[in-house]
């Protein structure tokens, strides 16, 4: 007995046994599975609720910004958080709380002097005007947002008053459905500052500042007397509403009672409730409504609407932009440009020339086999179509269609150069004081060839082109030059495009010859100390009249007359030019600023 005992208690204790291991099993898939919902909703909870992908800035974009939103419950711990698309960038520790908004701009400095707002700096990148995929990964690799931003309908754009026109764009709700371009509008918050004379407006930060409400366009009260207004004039595609505020009314526009509207539209039977009635008008025409028990009528005439111009009109200085690679921000766009030709046409067949806006900022020109039937003339403000395109680091406007809006208009002066920089780029400039390396490479072959020419520091590339009358001429016979030109780029196939660029001079005169006479003044004038820290003193026979003290972007900084002294202390640590004027002659020369 005490035998069978035992083994009834054996028996026991492992169906105990069992019953404990599947409990255990059921705790274990139970909180697997908790776990798996605590990944799902906290992956789940952050949703980008805001971007600025093209500030309406001149040259670099330093203002665009990305807003991202815990949209949940919990903290959100996003270290190793990363952007897999749109730009690129890998959180550190950061906790973000709740109901919180987190700004990513490319530039945190720039963004915080110009928003007051709170910022972290993207490693790398910068947002594409055109449109692109924008994405974050968790610390797994797992994609947990991602939004396919676009800037044609039904997304926000240039005319809306984005795009280059100062507003964000923000979703209408964080929970909506961020791909769908209906979603996202353009904010209505204004920020109070300009920049480029266009008005900033968006919510960096902060909530939205618009729903996903569809708001009426007009609104109709109705009373037993009528209606309020009682004709009204409307584009295809808004939206009335009519609002009964008094009696017993209806709206009826039912083609049975007048057959003349495009289509019929009406809210039922009359009611004495404070009711809204909504319907949008996407046929144009005339239409009449009545309220059956009054009888009182009223008129929604519906116009078509403007045609929108595909090329809306940019100005040089909005298109100029590029990102750190050098590629260019507009990258795709199409728009109109105005501007004055500064340049011959660069290509023996098609199109290749240069215009300024009058602050001397210039935009390529292109096309390959097609010229329009323009011949391309300095002095010509032309308005131009087309795609904004690049060729190996060389901004242009890709051509679809040209038009001359005047003729013999006045060119600008070249920017006195020392440095060849982007800001420069399709600029109308001079180098200055520089000569040749080797006069052999000017061997007049090919359709087109370079010479590199040296101010004694730097080496600087200048291309001649087979459709220059520099190009049939032997080599200018004189030791200094200073040589105009419009400045491109020629790099390298692929980003980045920090180098290639080149002085392209129209015409044979834009090598100036330095006189004899202004080399004998260049040595009888010093410059000390050289570089300098404070003040610099010119050692000449006589007083200079005036001293410009010219940056490398050509622009005066400091100007000082009557005096052989300069001071400094105030500049930047670069390189400048010293355009002495002394007896009716231009001297220049280089200094460095520590």
Known sequence: MPFKCTIIENVLTLSQSLNLLYLMNAKFYISLWMFIAFVTTSTAQLKITEISYNPPESG???????????????????????????????????????????????????????YKVPAIQWNSGALNNNGEVIAIANADG????????????????????????????????????????????????????????????????????????????????????????????????????????????NINGEKSIFQDNPVSFGNGDPSTDLWSYDFTFDVPGYYAFQSDPTGITGSVTVLDKPVVDPYPFRTIAEVKGVNNDGVADSLGIKCTLEGIVHSINFRPNGLQFAILDADNKGFSVF???????????????????????????LSQLELDSLSVISTDNVLLDPILVNEFTEELESSYVTLLYVSFIDKEQ?????????????????????????????????????????????????????????????????????????????????????????????????????????????????????????????????????????????????????????
């Open 142 to 249: 797992v994609e947990v947002i991602s939004v396919d931003l676009k800037d044609v309908a039904p997304w926000p754009g240039f005319a809306d008053g984005t795009d280059g026109n100062g507003r964000s764009i923000e979703i209408c709700d964080p929970n909506s459905d961020p791909n769908d371009g209906k979603n996202w509008k353009v904010s209505e918050n204004d920020l109070g500052f300009q920049i480029n004379n266009k008005q900033i407006y968006g919510t960096p930060g902060n909530s939205n500042s618009i729903t996903c409400t569809v708001e009426a366009d007009y609104l109709i009260e109705v009373t037993s007397n009528g209606f309020t207004p009682t004709d009204i004039t409307i584009e295809v595609g808004e939206t009335v509403r009519w609002t009964n505020i008094d009696g017993n009314n």
């Open 442 to 594: 000017w061997n007049n072959s090919g359709s087109g060839f370079n010479v590199i020419m040296t101010d004694d520091v730097n080496e600087f590339t200048v291309r001649i082109v087979n459709t220059s009358d520099a190009y049939t001429n032997s080599v200018p016979s004189a030791y200094k030059f200073n040589v105009t030109g419009i400045l491109t780029q020629f790099a390298q196939s692929n980003p980045p495009f920090s180098d290639g660029y080149q002085l392209q001079p129209s015409y044979f005169t834009d090598f100036h010859p330095i006189l004899a006479t202004d080399d004998l003044a260049a040595i009888n004038v010093l410059v000390s100390p050289n570089p300098v820290s404070h003040q610099i003193t010119i050692i000449s026979e006589q007083m200079p009249e005036k001293i410009d003290v010219l940056d490398v972007q050509g622009r005066i900084v400091k100007s000082v007359t009557n005096s052989n002294m300069v001071d400094f202390s105030a500049l930047n640590p670069s390189t400048y030019l010293l355009k002495i004027n002394i007896n009716n002659k231009q001297v220049i020369k280089r200094i460095i600023k520590f």
């Open 60 to 114: 670099n974009d330093t203002l665009e910004y990305i807003e991202i939103y815990n949209a949940g419950n919990s903290i959100l711990n996003l270290k190793d958080y990363k952007f897999t698309k749109g730009v690129e960038h890998t959180f550190e520790e950061l906790l973000l709380h709740p109901d919180t908004y987190l700004v990513i701009a490319v530039n945190a400095d720039a963004f915080e002097r110009n």
């Open 367 to 393: 096309s390959n086999a097609n010229n329009f039937g323009y011949t391309v003339t300095p002095g010509d403000r032309v308005r131009l179509k087309g795609k904004i395109g690049q060729f190996r680091g």
